[in-house]
């Protein structure tokens, strides 16, 4: 077990915290668990659209905000969320600290870095969620949504070369089981690290900005997006 002292800003306030830094055995239950909760959270603003459209005005502030997450998160895994020891626990906290932030600034007033329009996009929550969440974990975990080239909306999300091998060549295969991870050991940002990637598929809460001619604005392919068909991944790295 590896540890580090990490100085975290929270809500506006400065404080020093013993990072417990998961690494180990259970990384690929780590890595799942980080898939879970950041697709829990970013359904919240799919299913509250007053959200996405008026951040500010929703009504919605972050302690509702992860009220709902957590319901999102029992109905997808079958229980209550509750921290774990040791590593899991650690990396949970990590990241709901991460997707606490991101709303709180947002909701708030304070970060306005939104769509053009305003808007905030759950594409954009999550890879706000998931930037804060590598630097709330000291560097140590890494955490991305991106996707194939022909989607791709915001550069930031580009796929690696290995994210885009594993996309291309085995979730968009045919044969590839509908939704299941793929993972190894395997090099990112220079640095060994266990990689998990979890394909998504687009659902008819998606319509509204990939499906229906918006996507094809949108997307460098000029098409748009379809009910059940690859959408894109969500990424995660753990550095050994």
């Given amino acids: 077990m590896r ?70 998160y029992e109905k997808a895994t079958g229980h ?8 899991m626990g650690n990396a949970q906290e990590m990241l709901t600290q991460a997707i606490r932030e991101t709303v ?16 905030f996009l759950p594409a954009i929550f999550a890879r706000k969620a998931a930037a804060r969440f590598g630097e709330v974990s000291g ?24 994210e885009k091998g594993v996309i291309d060549g085995k979730f968009s295969s045919a044969d ?22 979890l394909p998504e598929y687009y659902k008819k809460g998606c319509m509204g900005c990939h499906g229906n001619g918006y996507g094809a604005k949108i997307h460098p392919s000029g098409k748009d997006g379809k009910v059940g068909e690859l959408g894109g991944a969500i990424s995660v790295a753990i550095y050994k």
């Fill in 80 to 87: 209550k969320f509750e921290v774990a020891d040791g590593d």
């Fill in 139 to 162: 560097g140590q975990m890494y955490l991305k949504l991106t996707t194939r080239d022909g989607n791709l909306v915001n550069p930031a999300n580009k796929s690696d070369a290995w």
């Fill in 104 to 119: 709180h600034a947002v909701v708030t007033g304070k970060d306005k870095d939104l769509d053009p329009k305003g808007r």
């Fill in 3 to 72: 540890y580090r002292v990490v100085g975290i800003a929270v809500l506006g306030i400065f404080f020093s915290s013993l990072t417990v830094l998961p690494v180990g055995a259970n990384d690929e239950l780590i890595a799942k668990e980080m898939t879970i909760l950041l697709k829990s959270s970013r359904a919240v603003l799919v299913q509250h659209k007053p959200l996405i459209k008026n951040p500010m005005g929703a009504g919605i502030d972050v302690d509702k905000f992860m009220g709902y997450t957590m319901t999102n």
């Fill in 176 to 197: 590839w089981e509908k939704g299941k991870t793929f993972s190894e050991v395997a090099t990112h940002n220079g640095k060994k690290a266990f990689r998990l990637i």
